[in-house]
């Protein structure tokens, strides 16, 4: 008779469980948790950024507002596996991109140029665009905006994966009063070599302006430093703005009436030779090796360089195996006219063996006993040093790198 009593109370539990319950939308019986899910939306392994100010106050920001036309520089990377060259497009009007979006629906593309070889993984590629070859030449009143973005291709020069999200650029007439340098003294004559190149009157002439804006921008940091006062941030930013106008007007004026050249951002691709003086990791180790090299203004003798990173290895080691792992930059010359090269490379060694301790090395290579750069860009660099710390502390490295720069000086 109790069971019976309680029926009811049952029955209206159930059925507010029921009507409670989660519904499964119709035809979704029987199938497994998540396999109807929507899959993420596809994520750009390509990134770019402009940059900003130049010099010793760079930075690299993914928007710039511009209010004159010239060169700007810009760097990109790329984590693409598929990714063999690359090329970067302006547009004139907004840009989006998706898995269904091709490149060939890219909005109102109105200029582009190659770019060569992508960067390896977690380097850099710097290149320019011109926008004096554009843009128009008068700012204009209301801001007009520009979208760069790179597009990645594989070996058969088809695109693979997603273009970057663009970099905006914003152009109009410049909003800040002209800087009244006249009641500021002049600097004292200035040397007729400037940064390695022999530069004219009218280009001397502009020198003197950047010292003094640099000047002024000491004070304005300093008295930002000690008050922390909004109006010093925007001195200092001004100032900065000024600066970098002063220095492009002093490129173009180097670059146009005395000869000098442009800064070149160039590729290296080749083979490195490696071999030691250690009896257990003697070699020859022979790896592919990739680099970025920049070449300095206003006669491009100074080079930069950021080496890919280089696996070596594995190879047997007492305990087992190791491979190691190479990471390097350096600095060096070029002789222009002979193709003589030399290039000091600081390098660091990593072992993945808990046997060997991580090693560095400072080697100078030079074409001497190589082959000097060439009229097609093909170059031999070769030289020795000794490893400090770790597994190979002591040791005596050979290293050779042949391989072709493009574009080359």
């Known amino acids: 008779m109790r069971t019976t009593s309680r029926l009811p109370s049952i029955l209206f539990l159930l059925a507010c469980a029921i009507l409670l319950a ?71 009007t907004p840009v989006t991109f998706s898995n269904q979006i091709g490149i060939g629906q890219a909005p109102h593309v109105i200029a582009s140029g190659a770019l060569g070889a992508v960067p390896a993984p977690g380097h850099v590629s710097q290149f320019e665009i011109n926008f004096a070859l554009f843009a128009p030449k008068i700012p204009p009143s209301s801001p007009k905006s520009y979208w760069v973005f790179i597009v990645t291709k594989s070996y058969r020069q088809t695109p693979v994966g997603l273009a970057s999200v663009p970099v905006k650029i914003v152009y109009h007439k410049s909003t800040q009063p002209v800087t009244d340098l006249s009641g500021i003294p002049g600097d004292k004559p200035v040397s007729m ?31 930002l430093k000690e008050t922390k006062s909004s ?77 890919s990173t280089i696996t070596v290895g594995p190879f047997d080691v007492p305990g087992g195996t190791n491979t190691t792992t190479v990471k390097g930059e350096g600095s060096g010359e070029v002789n222009l006219k002979t193709g003589a090269m030399t290039v000091t490379l600081g390098l660091h060694f990593h072992q ?58």
């Open 22 to 92: 989660p519904q499964r939308p119709a035809g979704s019986q029987g199938k497994k948790q998540g396999s109807g899910t929507t899959p993420a939306p596809p994520v750009t392994k390509t990134k770019i950024e402009v940059e900003e100010f130049g010099g010793e106050f760079a930075q690299w920001v993914k928007s710039l507002t511009i209010t004159s036309v010239d060169k700007l520089t810009f760097r990109y990377s790329t984590n693409e596996p598929a990714a063999v060259t690359a090329i970067w497009q302006v547009s004139d």
């Open 193 to 223: 070599e400037f940064e390695g190149q022999s530069i004219c009157g009218p280009c001397q002439s502009l020198i003197a302006p950047i010292k003094r804006l640099e000047a002024q921008k000491n004070v304005a940091s300093k008295n």
């Open 231 to 307: 109006y010093w941030t925007g001195e200092v930013k001004d100032l900065l703005k000024q600066i970098e106008k002063a220095k492009q007007q002093l490129d173009h004026c180097v670059i146009s009436k005395c000869g000098g050249l442009s800064t070149l951002f160039a590729n290296f691709t080749g083979k490195a030779t490696m071999t030691t003086s250690n009896s257990n990791a003697k070699g020859p180790f022979k790896e592919n090796v990739t680099a970025s090299i920049t070449f300095l203004k206003y006669d491009r003798k100074h080079l930069n360089i950021y080496l």
């Open 352 to 409: 993945s063996s808990d046997f060997a301790g991580d090693s560095d090395l400072t080697i100078t290579l030079s074409t001497s006993s190589g082959s000097p750069l060439s009229a097609t860009g093909v170059v031999t660099v070769n030289g020795s040093g000794k490893f400090k710390d770790g597994y190979l502390g002591d040791d005596t490295c050979t290293l050779t790198i042949k391989g072709t720069i493009s574009p080359h000086p």
